[in-house]
């Protein structure tokens, strides 16, 4: 008999597997390093001058014969400029040149009482996916892959202790000036070329022998001395790099890099990505195994059989190594790419025509593409690269030129914006990426920033709290009810009255008992995110309101700090004489519209209950379908449609969708 992957009770269909697949992505395969969450800059340490680290770019440019240029470029892709205290990125990176040491981000780890390979969230309390195997912890493997261990190779080339590397930003942009400079000797080019000679020693600096991964880096770079950036640090230095709109890297150079990342690219299959970025193909299975038992994907015919509407970002829980691994296990789940953090490079698992088992929710992941990337949730300073964000943008926005997804936040989801099926499983959802990944930066990426209005007027508010200033206190990133580390957030707390001491408001659904939400970094139950849109529901002094989970909620919005701002849209409310209605976490059809042979889907309501009077804000509509993928055999695939339409809301952190029958829109305007 093949494991039950039902939505629920009524049957006839698996979900993502069970929602315990961060607990074991973590513990599976050995994840290579987990990074520190909470550590400091020294005790006591003088405040340096706001232009220190500017300088200490100018200082390693000129004592190793590197463009300065070439330098502050790098570190941009790698870092934006910011030292994170001294705490390892996900892929065990540190400061502004990511220099990476994962032996001993893991060590440090442990050191500190942590789990070199377990899960970073502590969801100990959600079982083991049914009929996965939790591997048991490995070490680090004797040969770490080169782009894991630049650091040590930094320390012998400037004399530097490797501890200074890790925690001094100074003594780490002298190492990334050493470890270029020693590349282009490599390269055999002139150290004096000026910036356009030193393209192969940046391919080489982030690629580390993967020479597609490091061509799109370099490109990256120089894309990036052609524009110019300035910002101000998360240590407060502001440091700027001028534009050089004519710059192109040395023709030569360039065309020997391309041509070493065409023979090294022999993909079994084409993968589906932008030319702008590094992308290779690592298939999942679809096989057979087991009694009648198969994995780890559905074969469709997407957009012809079923509509893509649907892009879901999550983070992997483990390293790189670790989730290719388990992404080609036929008795795991699946998702359609992976992201690296190191350089950007992209796996793709699954045709985007499939159905990947990544988000939970069946019919989610019947209009879905889901997209991993490597990362923590509950490890705040774990950092996400540049290169990572901008690798995975260019990515979303393929995609949503090929299907014509919408780039909103109705659209492009988190995992943690993913609904439960129905009522018993909503406590269960994945709550990954979390509230440290960036949304702001990520949809300013991709082309749509979350920009005010000229007309602040609107039925509408659209979260934007600033996420470097935004650190509002998250518990449960190491132990239950521990203080995480203080940092920039996307979210904003929602509470029942306009004050600072007010209970968070309730979710009934992921606490029926009627208790208040909590600020685990796991509870999504009062929290608004980043570039999510809700309905206007007052004003007072400092703060606004809106309609969330069937009820008023509160967050603070002075007008000198605003944390959102005002917009138009639709919105919907409960049609005239309905004092309620249900919300739904899936938009299947009417019960007449199934054929004989395929099971009645039946559509349970969540807890939830709209009220008359509220508003809520709606990303469009859709036509109730089910897609049928009873077996391995396509032939008994079938996709039933309704008649029924239901609008997609922001009914809360996550998504959920009404009945048009039920509703009246109001199309806002400003």
């Known amino acids: 008999m093949r494991r039950d992957r039902s939505d629920g009770p009524e049957g006839g269909r698996r979900a993502s597997r069970p929602a315990a697949r961060r607990t074991a992505t973590a513990l599976a395969a050995g994840a290579l390093l987990l990074p520190l969450v909470s550590a400091t800059g020294p005790a006591g340490a003088a405040e340096p001058a706001a232009d220190s680290l500017q300088r200490a770019f100018t200082e390693a440019a000129a004592r190793y014969h590197v463009p300065s240029s070439v330098l502050l470029g790098v570190a941009y892709l790698e870092s934006r400029w910011d030292a994170h205290g001294g705490t ?30 377990g899960d970073p969230r502590g969801d100990a309390a959600r079982p083991v996916a049914a ?81 597609s991964g490091g061509r799109v880096f370099a490109d990256e770079v120089f894309d990036t001395l052609r524009r110019g950036q300035a910002r101000t640090t998360d240590a407060g230095q502001r440091v700027t790099l001028a534009a050089q709109p004519a710059l192109r890297p040395d023709a030569a150079q360039a065309e020997r890099i391309a041509s070493a990342g065409r023979r090294a690219a022999v993909p079994a299959a084409r993968p589906e990505c932008p030319a702008s970025v590094a992308c290779e193909s690592v298939p999942a299975p679809y096989e057979r195994f087991g009694d009648d038992d198969y994995g780890n994907h559905d074969k469709a015919d997407r957009p012809r059989d079923i509509e893509v509407d649907t892009i879901v970002i999550h983070d992997t829980e483990g390293s790189w190594e670790t989730s ?60 996400y690269t540049e290169a990572m964000y901008r690798s995975s943008a260019r990515l979303v926005t393929y995609l949503s030129r090929k299907y014509g997804v919408p780039l909103d936040r109705q659209h492009i989801l988190g995992h943690d914006n993913v609904p439960g099926t129905q009522t018993s499983a909503i406590p269960g959802m994945h709550t990954d990426p979390g509230p440290y990944w960036d949304w702001a930066h990520y949809f300013t990426l991709l082309g ?58 309730k979710d009934v659904g992921l606490r029926p008992d009627g208790s208040a939400s909590t600020t685990d970094v796991n509870d999504v139950g009062a929290r608004a995110s980043t570039g999510q849109r809700f309905a206007f529901a007052g004003q007072r002094g400092d703060w606004t309101a809106i309609w969330y989970l069937g009820q008023r909620a509160w967050f603070e919005n002075p007008a000198k700090r605003p944390t959102a701002f005002r917009t138009a849209g639709a919105t919907v409310t409960p049609k005239a004489g309905r004092a309620t209605i249900p919300v739904y976490g899936r938009a299947y059809p009417e019960k007449a519209a ?77």
């Open 594 to 670: 199934y054929p004989a042979g395929v099971p009645v889907q039946e559509v349970s309501p969540l807890p939830y209950l709209l009220h008359a009077g509220e508003r809520y804000a709606t990303g469009g509509s859709v036509r109730g379908d089910y897609f049928f993928a009873p077996g391995f055999d396509t032939a008994t695939h079938a996709v039933v449609r309704g008649e029924d339409r239901y609008y997609v809301i922001q009914v809360g952190h996550r998504i959920g969708y009404v009945r048009a029958a039920d509703v009246d829109v109001r199309r806002g305007g400003a």
């Open 448 to 505: 749509k920033p979350f920009a005010a209005q000229k007309r602040a007027a609107g039925d509408l508010v659209l979260i934007r709290p600033d996420y470097a200033a935004n650190r509002p206190p998250y518990t449960g990133c190491e132990k239950a009810g521990a203080p995480c580390a203080a940092h920039g957030s996307e979210a904003v707390r929602l509470r029942v009255a306009p004050d600072a001491d007010a209970a968070l408001v």
């Open 88 to 117: 390892p990125s996900v892929d065990g990176g540190y400061g502004p040149m990511h220099l990476t040491d994962a032996r001993a981000a893991v060590a440090r780890t442990v050191a500190r009482g942590g789990e070199a390979d």
């Open 324 to 383: 290719l691994k388990l992404v080609q296990d036929p008795t795991y789940v699946s998702w359609h790419y992976t992201v690296r953090s190191a350089d950007g490079l992209i796996a793709q698992h699954v045709p985007t025509k499939d159905v990947a088992w990544q988000a939970g929710n069946w019919y989610i992941n019947s209009h879905s593409v889901g997209i991993e990337h490597e990362g923590f949730l509950a490890a705040p300073d774990a950092w």
């Open 131 to 211: 009929g996965r195997r939790a591997a048991a912890p490995r070490r680090l493997p004797a040969e770490l892959p080169a782009r894991l261990r630049t650091l040590p190779r930094a320390a012998e080339l400037t004399g530097i202790p490797a501890a200074k590397l890790r925690s001094d930003p100074a003594a780490n942009v002298l190492g990334g000036a050493a470890l270029l400079a020693a590349e282009q000797r490599a390269q055999g080019a002139a150290r004096d070329a000026g910036p356009a000679g030193w393209y192969a020693a940046v391919a080489r600096y982030a690629g580390a022998g993967d020479a």
